[in-house]
């Protein structure tokens, strides 16, 4: 099993629909979770971090089910500009106790007018 | 306040020859990472440092690259030889403290390399 694993995509919803991506992780170890946004040639910027069951933000929600070892990014009313490649970053730990992150692939959402 | 800037922003050399990426971190920032993406692939972490030492470096893929970050501040990348499969996008991110948990990196806008 991969160590972080997200559907690439692509997603092609119209505007004003509610889109949801999951990514599983494979290190039950795992205490705090991010989803990263990257547009088109430019660097991932955080989104949004999840340290518990979940977390909200305007249109945006992110959900941590630690049973099933998964996250989910959950965007309601999609707009345009949510056209992107959203990264679900999981860190770890090294040997030294210092984070490591695993990416994941990344999956592309498309919004149509 | 200025975020993680890296030069330069494209590289287009040919194979065999050295090329060296710069990052500069958020003003102090201890953590300084460095990561690559290939083309269809995810990014894939290469090193760490915090400060000038170098904390993890188990993502490096083999001796012909060498990273360095004199005085903590900024880090350079050097490949040398260059190959065709060394082409892509190198990232660099920058966080505070000392690394552990859950702190959020700062990624700059990366370098595009292409090897001919």
């Known amino acids: 099993r991969k160590e972080v694993e997200q559907d690439p995509g692509p997603f092609n919803v119209p505007e004003g629909a509610t889109v949801a991506f999951n990514c599983t992780y494979s290190n039950s170890a795992s205490q705090s979770f991010f989803w990263y946004r990257q547009d088109c040639r430019k660097e991932p910027k955080l989104l949004m971090s999840?340290?518990?069951s979940g977390n909200e933000d305007g249109r945006f929600t992110a959900q941590l089910n630690r049973a099933s070892q998964y996250i989910s990014l959950l965007i309601r009313d999609s707009k345009l500009s949510d056209s992107a490649t959203y990264l679900c970053?999981?860190?770890?730990?090294?040997?030294?106790?210092?984070?490591?992150?695993?990416f994941g692939t990344g999956t592309k959402l498309q919004v149509i007018p | 306040e200025a975020g993680v800037t890296q030069f330069p922003s494209h590289s287009v050399i040919e194979k065999g020859q050295t090329v060296t990426l710069r990052c500069d971190p958020i003003s102090g920032h201890d953590n300084l990472y460095w990561y690559r993406r290939v083309m269809g692939k995810e990014i894939k972490f290469l090193l760490h440092?915090?400060?000038?030492?170098?904390?993890?470096e188990s993502g490096m893929p083999n001796n012909r690259f060498l990273a360095e970050r004199t005085g903590g501040t900024y880090s350079t990348l050097k490949v040398q030889p260059a190959e065709l499969e060394d082409s892509g996008v190198y990232f660099c991110a920058s966080s505070q403290g000392p690394g552990q948990g859950g702190n959020e990196q700062f990624f700059g806008p990366g370098t595009r390399l292409t090897v001919l």
């Open positions: 440092f915090v400060k000038e030492s170098k904390q993890d």
């Open positions: 970053v999981v860190p770890g730990m090294n040997s030294g106790g210092y984070q490591k992150v695993t």
């Open positions: 999840v340290y518990s």
